[in-house]
Nanobody, 124 residues
Framework: QVQLVESGGGLVQAGDSLRLSCAAS????????MGWFRQAPGKEREFVAA???????SHSDSAKGRFTISRDNAKNTGFLQMNRLKIEDTATYYC??????????????????WGQGTQVTVSS
């Protein structure tokens, strides 16, 4: 069983940067794929970025060029570096982990473990 705890969210202005962290414990995080998803009020949870345990990555179109997913397997921690934040990036951000072999997934259904979420609010 893997426990995930996100941190690093907050209130920032448009154009600012934030770095989200996802600390894992209780399992073999280093062999799991990790994903970041977000959910804004009244909207469905959406994919942001994913990384396989080997380091292969995928980013959503809205994240591409601004956000970067990474991980430090030695520290059982994943990251989402978010630059040039926009008002529409405001959401609760969740990290997720799943045993996906050597790949990654954009589907939330493929991830077995979820954190509690961290709020990101971008103001004008």
């Amino acid at each position: 069983q893997v426990q995930l705890v996100e941190s690093g969210g907050g209130l920032v202005q448009a154009g600012d940067s934030l770095r989200l962290s996802c600390a894992a414990s209780g399992g073999t995080f280093s062999s799991y794929a990790m994903g970041w998803f977000r959910q804004a009020p009244g909207k469905e949870r959406e994919f942001v970025a994913a990384i396989s345990w080997t380091g292969g990555t995928s980013h959503s179109d809205s994240a591409k060029g601004r956000f970067t997913i990474s991980r430090d397997n030695a520290k059982n921690t994943g990251f989402l570096q978010m630059n040039r934040l926009k008002i529409e990036d405001t959401a609760t951000y969740y990290c997720a982990a799943g045993n996906l072999g050597a790949g990654w997934s954009r589907s939330a259904y493929d991830y077995s473990y979820w954190g509690q979420g961290t709020q990101v609010t971008v103001s004008s």
